[in-house]
Structures are given as structure tokens and as C-alpha cells.
């Protein structure tokens, strides 16, 4: 009898085999490339659950793909990864890009515009800078998901044992305080400030643009060192000097990148540290302590001037060709950019919107207190990063001359001329190809 | 010997050479997949990588052309050579002697069968087989310029104030030649410790009888006995600091400001921060003969010895 059962078990599932094949045959595989932070692969866990989620949700609404992702490095060897696999013919459909990147992609034929496939009714419900910052001869080709800002992140009990009732707006008001701070063995300020790392430019870069500085001309030539630009770049090197020599900020930030700021202000040795707002709720899970006490101020300025904020973010775009992938590709894009999607993601990932329909009807980026502050960054005046090759060089230049100029050694017109001296050389050699 | 004795001795001999060329080209065709991978794995990326260096392939644009010695001229004149040929010097040459002449400290104590010697040996060998990525996060959190860092923490407990481990060029160095030393000096304990154990005992038997001392011993017995695995040592030791990056990086990134960058360091930022392949492959390059001039110099000490052992 057993016997009898299994044999029909058997014949039973061949006879069901070539149905499998064929459903799995025709399910189409839909090859995705994210960085590790926007996939199931999150070492944030939370992250991980949610688009694992969504993953789970998109397959189950569209049984006739089958989803793979791989991991892809969100710095530049990410970048390099996608041009290789251009080289070789092995792109996905769909890949998550920096948006600095995407200039550089268009130039080799990696990604597709999206024009066609992008309603206009959708596309207003954007900051118009985010739509800008994807376009290209006037084709989007990325959805921009979610920005980070950077800021002055704090601690309101902090400021408000030092006997501040607000974050000193004008850098003199930020000096004043910083001293006082300095005699209770606190600095006020630590920002990174480490050679070749993107942030720390990123951070000067919001002052140097709030006095009117420009990294580059129209035509993408250096110029940050010419004229008013030269001497704003200067002046930007002038405050970090300024802190440092006054004991406002360690000299010891020429080391660190933002992760290596926490450990100061988690343990209350500083007062306010450059961070950006994507790595906000892992604060909040690592010390939740701060889910309260927490707060962020736009860089202290020279009376008068404003920081600019830097609008820069990940984006989903398309690599697909071939029509049904395209399709498919496009398919997988809109679910993960719906507005009800992408709330979801930014508001577990603490990352900020850039649709205005989240920031309105998300509860969380309508009520929380830390996040309309960066509400009010966003409404303000916002800029991209220039799209240009040279950037990577001037941004390394820039950065490289940190140490030198904090410690004294080097004066902040002698940075600005050993940045250009460390540029120029190069953007010659490239000028020509 | 009859001429059909001798026919026979011939034939004997020449059906042996035969085998024997028949069984040089059996191996040969056995080792043929394993050569080809070595080949296919080190020297056609070495080769690909000084064409690479003779183009201005950069990712930042499309497209690249073929520019000659550009790029070596780029380097041979490049304003930080100066002080990333120091740096790494200074480094490689302090990191290797320190391990050398700790890893012979260390394997003649081991090599004393002193009570828990084993034990000893498997713990003298821990900091090489820990991830060299790790070793560095490990002492980046050690160093720590917070009072959260654990040095920090440690002389704050005996009244010491907080210290900038890494804001220090000549501290951040010293640091970054301490790790490297601790992680390299295992390997050089395994090489001398097993040296030693080959050498014979009944000269050091005889020079005690002699009368002579323990240090005179070492100095005339065991160093120059030793003397080939020393410089063994010493260049393995040379190649491996030289071409270091995971350790460096992970603990100073070159900092601060550039006053730890070494050579790797620079082939690493320019291949993928700057996205300059072809300035990094011209490093990598130079990086190349300075190895093969290691290598060199590792098969002429390897010879003397190996004739010496034909007798």
C-alpha cells in the first residue's frame, strides 16, 4: 500500500514538473543593484525588515517577476562597479545610484531616461532642486528617494545647562558661547574634518556657498580659488582655524569622519557635531536617550549670511534596455518611489523626504520636532554638488589642506593655493581628452 | 662486456632518458592548469596593469587614449613623493626590524621548552590569525580620542589626561608601526622558532664544553646560522609592509592630514576615491618592481643555501 502511495507521489510530481518549469520559465528575473542600507541587507535592522517587506509585497503583486538584488558600494567604487559591468555587458534593470553619479552614467550610456514613463502629475509632488538635480538636457534620469542634510546636530539640555536658550545663529555669538563651554571642559563644535573624506568637504561646502563662493565656472572649470571665491574658501578655513585656536573645536577632528564624532558627544564632551540627518535614528536606537533630546542647528554664519544646504541623495534609476525589462524595471521603481512606499523607508530609515506629500501627510515628519527643523533646511535654499569629473580632485584638495590649516601650520590663503596647485595640474591633463 | 652487452646497456639508457622525458612532460602536463591559473591570476593583471598605466583611463570620463611615460612623469614629480617615500620607509623599515629582532626574542624563548611553551606558542600566534581589517578597527576603538577609548580610559584611571592619539603625526605613526609590528611579529616567531629547531645541538654541546657563554652562544653559533632565515624574514617582512593596506587604512587612513599616507595608501585613494586607474596602476606598477627587486634579493639568499645543502 505504501509502496503503492509513493509511486503515485513520484509520478504525481513529474507530471507537475514541466508546469514548474514553465510558471518559473516565464517568471521574468528582474536584477536590481542597491547599496546595502536600501536592501534587505541592512545592517540596520529595522531597514532590513522594511525592504524586506516591500521585496515581499512587490513579488507578491507582480508573481510574473522574480526579484534579485545584489549590493552595490555606495561610494565611488560603487560607481566604478556600474561602469565596469556597463563595460561588460552585465548591467542589472534597475540600479539605486548617487546622484552624484548620474552625470557621469548618462556620458557612458547606463541609464535610461525616464521622460516617458514619469507622469508629470507625479514629478510635482517633488522640490523642484530634487527633480533638477536628476535632469540631464531636459530628461529625468533617477527618482531621487531621499536626501541627507547636514547640520549642526545638539543636545537642547546641553545648551541649555551652558545657560543658552538657542543655538547661536552668527558665528561671534558661536564663539562667545563656544568659550564658555570651554571652561566647563566642553568644546562646542566638532565637525569632520579628515583628508579625502567627502563630509568633510561637504561641511565646508554649506558655508562656502551660504557667503556666495562657486566651486565651479558654467562650463565646469575650477574656479573656487579666483577672485571672491578664493577668498570665501579662505575665510571658510579661517573659522575652522579660528575654533581650533580659540579650544571651540579640537584640533584632534583633523582625524575623524562623522562616525568617529559620537563617541564625543555621546559621552558629553562636545556640544553640537556635523552629522548628517541620515544617521539620525541610528543615534536614536544607539543612546535612546536622545529620542528627546535631540536637535539641529544650521551652521553658525558671519553676520548677515546663510547656509546653503546640500541636496544630495540616492536614487532609483533604470539600466534596462530591452523593452519588457524596461517594463518590469519601471514597474519595481514605481512601487519602491509610491508616496506610501517611500514615506515608509524614509520614516524607518530616518531618512528625509523629498516627495512634499510625505512631509505633509507622514505623521512622523509632520510632528517630530528634529525632523521640521530639517523641514526648514529643506524649505530654505538648497544646491547639488557640481556633476562635473574635476569635483572628486577639488573635494580632495579642499579637505587635504584641513590639517594643515587647524593646526596652525598652514595659512588659509596658502590651503587655497596649495588646493588650486593640487586641482589645476589635473583638470589640464583631463581638459584635453 | 660483449658489443651486444653493450648494445643492450644503450638501449637501456636511452629508453630510461626516454621515460624520464616522458615523465618531465606527464608532470608538466599535470601542472599545466595549476600555471595556467597563476599565470591567468598574477601575471596578466600585472601586465594589464602596466598598459593600464601607460592610458589616462579614469572612470570620471569616458573614454582613454594611450599617453606613454605621462603618468610616471606625473609620479617621479609629484609634490607629496617626498613625504609618502618617507612615510612608508619609515614605517617598513621600523615595522620589520622590530619584528624581526621581537620574533627572535620570543622563538628563542619558546624554543626553551620552558614549563607551558606550547600554550605559549598557540598564543604567540592569536594577532595572525585575526582579520588584519579588524586588528585595525580594534585599535582605531583602542586609540579612541574620546574618553570612551579605551587608552584614554585606561589613563584616566591613573590620573592621566585625555589624549589626540591620531592628531599627533609622529604619535599616529608610532601607533600605526606598534599594530603592524604586533600583528607581523607571529610570523616571524613561526619562520625563526622553526630555524631554530633545525639547528645541531651537539655544536652548542661542544662550545659549552668549551666554555663558551650563553651570549657568545648566540652571537657566534645561533645568528649566523640563522642568518638565512633571518633575511628570509626580513624581506618576506619587507614585502608585506610594503604592500600593507588594510591595517593603515582602517587605523589612520593616511592621516592626519597626509602624514601617514604611505605608497599603498596613495595607489588605494587614487584608484578608488579619485577613480584615477591609471595613476593608481602606475603606483601599482613602480609597486611592482620594487617586489620583484624583494624577490630578487629572496632567491639570492635562498641560494647559497641551497647549494650549500647539495653539499
Known amino acids: 500500500m505504501l509502496s503503492r502511495i509513493g509511486t503515485i507521489a513520484v509520478a504525481a510530481a513529474f507530471a507537475a514538473s514541466p508546469l514548474w518549469i514553465v510558471g518559473q520559465a516565464a517568471a521574468l528575473e528582474l536584477n536590481v543593484f542597491v547599496p546595502a542600507a536600501y536592501s534587505p541587507s541592512s545592517g540596520f535592522i529595522p531597514g532590513a525588515d522594511v525592504f524586506k517587506k516591500l521585496y515581499a509585497e512587490f513579488q507578491k503583486q507582480n508573481p510574473d517577476i522574480t526579484l534579485n538584488y545584489e549590493v552595490l558600494d555606495p561610494g565611488p567604487a560603487g560607481l566604478q562597479k556600474l561602469l565596469t559591468v556597463a563595460a561588460s555587458n552585465g548591467l542589472p534593470d534597475v540600479t539605486i545610484v548617487d546622484g552624484q553619479w548620474i552625470a557621469r552614467l548618462v556620458q557612458s550610456n547606463v541609464l535610461q531616461p525616464l521622460d516617458a514613463v514619469w507622469p508629470e502629475s507625479d514629478r510635482a509632488d517633488f522640490h523642484p532642486a530634487v527633480i533638477e538635480a536628476e535632469t540631464i538636457d531636459g530628461k529625468p534620469f533617477g527618482i531621487m528617494f531621499q536626501t541627507g542634510m547636514r547640520g549642526l546636530v545638539y543636545r537642547p539640555s546641553m545648551l541649555a545647562s551652558a545657560g543658552l536658550t538657542e543655538f547661536p545663529a552668527t558665528f561671534d555669538a558661536f564663539m562667545a558661547a563656544g568659550k564658555t563651554l570651554k571652561d566647563k571642559g566642553i568644546s562646542a563644535e566638532m565637525v569632520p574634518a579628515k583628508a579625502n573624506e567627502e563630509p568633510s568637504t561637504m561641511h565646508m561646502l554649506s558655508i562656502f556657498w551660504g557667503l556666495g563662493g562657486k566651486l565651479v565656472d558654467e562650463k565646469g572649470a575650477p574656479v573656487f580659488f579666483e577672485g571672491d571665491n578664493g577668498k570665501y574658501l579662505a575665510d571658510v578655513y579661517q573659522m575652522y582655524r579660528d575654533m581650533a585656536a580659540a579650544g571651540v573645536m579640537p584640533a584632534s577632528v583633523t582625524t575623524m569622519d562623522e562616525n568617529g564624532l559620537k563617541p564625543f558627544f555621546y559621552g558629553g564632551e562636545t556640544l553640537a557635531i556635523g552629522f548628517s540627518s541620515s544617521g539620525v535614528k541610528q543615534m536614536w536606537s544607539e543612546m535612546p536617550d536622545l529620542a528627546n533630546d535631540l536637535a539641529v542647528a544650521p551652521y553658525p554664519m558671519p553676520e548677515g549670511e546663510k547656509p546653503v544646504t546640500i541636496l544630495g541623495g540616492f536614487a532609483y534609476a533604470l539600466t534596462a534596455k530591452d523593452p519588457e525589462r524596461a517594463a518590469a524595471g519601471w514597474k519595481f521603481i514605481q512601487f519602491m518611489t509610491s508616496p506610501k512606499n517611500m514615506g515608509e523607508v524614509n520614516e524607518v530609515l530616518g531618512a528625509l523626504p523629498v516627495r512634499n506629500s510625505i512631509w505633509k501627510d507622514n505623521t512622523f515628519f509632520a510632528t517630530n520636532p528634529m525632523m521640521q527643523s530639517y523641514k526648514r533646511m529643506y524649505d530654505g535654499e538648497m544646491q547639488t554638488r557640481p556633476a562635473v569629473p574635476i569635483y572628486n580632485t577639488i573635494s580632495s584638495a579642499i579637505s587635504a589642506q584641513l590639517a594643515g590649516v587647524i593646526s596652525g601650520q598652514v595659512k588659509p590663503v596658502d590651503a587655497v593655493a596649495a588646493a588650486r596647485d593640487a586641482v589645476m595640474p589635473e583638470y589640464e591633463r583631463q581638459k584635453g581628452r | ?311
Not at chain 2, 610616471?72 to 613625504?83: I, Q, S
Not at chain 2, 619562520?191 to 664544553?209: F, W
Not at chain 2, 646560522?225 to 593616511?254: E, Q
Open chain 2, 1 to 311: 662486456m660483449t658489443d651486444l652487452d653493450q648494445a643492450a646497456v644503450l638501449q637501456t639508457r636511452v629508453s630510461r632518458r626516454r621515460a624520464s622525458r616522458f615523465q618531465i612532460n606527464g608532470y608538466f602536463f599535470f601542472i599545466l592548469p595549476g600555471v595556467a591559473f597563476v599565470l591567468a591570476l598574477t601575471l596578466f593583471p600585472a601586465l594589464y596593469g602596466v598598459y593600464i598605466s601607460l592610458t589616462n583611463l579614469n572612470l570620471g570620463y569616458v573614454g582613454s587614449s594611450f599617453v606613454g611615460l605621462d603618468n610616471y612623469v606625473r609620479f617621479f614629480t609629484w609634490n607629496d613623493l617626498g613625504l609618502v617615500a618617507r612615510n612608508t620607509l619609515t614605517f617598513v623599515a621600523t615595522s620589520v626590524i622590530l619584528q624581526v629582532v621581537i620574533g627572535l626574542a620570543v622563538a628563542i624563548l619558546l624554543d626553551q621548552r620552558l614549563i607551558g611553551h606550547r600554550l605559549m606558542r598557540s598564543i604567540t600566534i592569536l594577532p595572525w590569525v585575526l582579520p588584519s581589517v579588524v586588528v585595525g578597527l580594534v585599535f582605531a576603538q583602542i586609540f579612541g580620542g574620546s574618553r570612551l577609548g579605551i587608552a584614554n580610559y585606561l589613563l584616566s584611571l591613573v590620573g592621566i589626561g585625555q589624549m589626540s592619539w591620531f592628531a599627533d603625526p609622529a604619535l599616529a605613526m608610532a601607533i600605526l608601526i606598534g599594530v603592524c609590528t604586533w600583528r607581523g611579529i607571529p610570523f616571524a616567531v613561526i619562520v625563526l622558532l622553526g630555524g631554530l629547531q633545525t639547528l645541531p645541538r651537539d655544536v652548542y654541546e661542544a662550545a659549552a664544553i668549551d666554555g663558551a657563554t650563553r651570549w657568545q652562544r648566540f652571537r657566534y653559533i645561533t645568528l649566523p646560522m640563522l642568518r638565512p632565515i633571518i633575511l628570509i624574514c626580513l624581506i618576506m617582512g619587507t614585502g608585506g609592509a610594503l604592500n600593507s593596506l588594510d591595517i593603515p587604512l582602517a587605523l589612520t587612513g593616511g592621516g592626519p592630514g597626509n602624514a601617514t599616507e604611505l605608497i599603498a595608501i596613495s595607489l588605494y585613494k587614487q584608484s578608488f576615491l579619485q577613480l584615477d586607474i591609471s595613476y593608481g596602476a602606475t603606483i601599482g606598477t613602480v609597486m611592482l618592481v620594487a617586489n620583484l627587486v624583494l624577490i630578487v634579493l629572496y632567491l639570492s639568499v635562498l641560494k647559497p643555501r641551497r647549494r650549500a645543502e647539495r653539499g
